[in-house]
C-alpha cells in the first residue's frame, strides 16, 4: 500500500507559538489532503491539494503541496488552545491512507 | 443529510463473540472505507468499496468482513472476536477527493 510518512510524531508548543506537520511520500502523488481530529472525535476533512507547488491558506493555517509532489505541509500560526488535535495527511485513490499523524498540545 | 451514520457507539464484546458494526451514508457516494484506530495510533485501512457488490482488503483484513449490497450500507463483521480487534472503527465515504466520517465505533473485546 501508500507508505506516506509524517514528522514530527508529537509537538507540544507555547500558546502563541507557531507548528507545521510534514508528510513525506516515496512515490509521486496525484493529491494529498489534511484531516484534523480532536480528542475523542472522528477525522474531519480540511483542504485538498492537487497542483505542483500549490499552497493554500485557511485563516491561521497554511497547506503546501511540494513540487514534485511527493511532501506536503501543514503551517500554524500562532497557534490557540482550539488548535490541539491529531493533524492527519491522506492520500486518495481508490484505497485511502492516511499518514501516522501528528499529535498537536498546546499549552496555555 | 446526516453524512455517515454508524452504529453502536460503543460495544463490549466476550472473546469468541460475533457481531456487526453498521455504516450508512446518504450522500450516494460510491467510495467507502472501514478504519480501525487503536489508542494514540493512526488509522488503518481494513476494508473498502468502490461500488455496491464490489469490495476488497485493505492492510489490516485479517478477522474482519465485509459486504456492499448496496450504495448506502456497508457494514462490517467481526467473527470470533479477539482482544486485539479492541479499537475505535471508522467508517467513511469519499467523494471528488474529500473524506467524511462517521463518528466511530468504540470495541472492547474482554
Known sequence: ?108 | NAGVTQTPKFRILKIGQSMTLQCAQDMNHNYMYWYRQDPGMGLKLIYYSVGAGITDKGEVPNGYNVSRSTTEDFPLRLELAAPSQTSVYFCASSYSGRGYFGAGTRLSVL
Not at chain 1, 506537520?21 to 474531519?44: A, E, F, M
Not at chain 1, 513540487?67 to 491522506?90: M, P, R, W
Open chain 1, 1 to 108: 500500500g501508500q507508505q506516506v510518512m509524517q514528522i514530527p510524531q508529537y509537538q507540544h508548543v507555547q500558546e502563541g507559538e507557531d507548528f507545521t506537520t510534514y508528510c513525506n511520500s516515496s512515490t509521486t502523488l496525484s493529491n494529498i489532503q489534511w484531516y484534523k481530529q480532536r480528542p475523542g472525535g472522528h477525522p474531519v476533512f480540511l483542504i485538498q491539494l492537487v497542483k505542483s507547488g500549490e499552497v493554500k491558506k485557511q485563516k491561521r493555517l497554511t497547506f503546501q503541496f511540494g513540487e514534485a509532489k511527493k511532501n506536503s505541509s501543514l503551517h500554524i500560526t500562532a497557534t490557540q488552545t482550539t488548535d490541539v488535535g491529531t493533524y492527519f495527511c491522506a492520500v486518495d485513490g481508490n484505497q485511502f491512507y492516511f499518514g501516522t499523524g501528528t499529535s498537536l498540545t498546546v499549552i496555555p
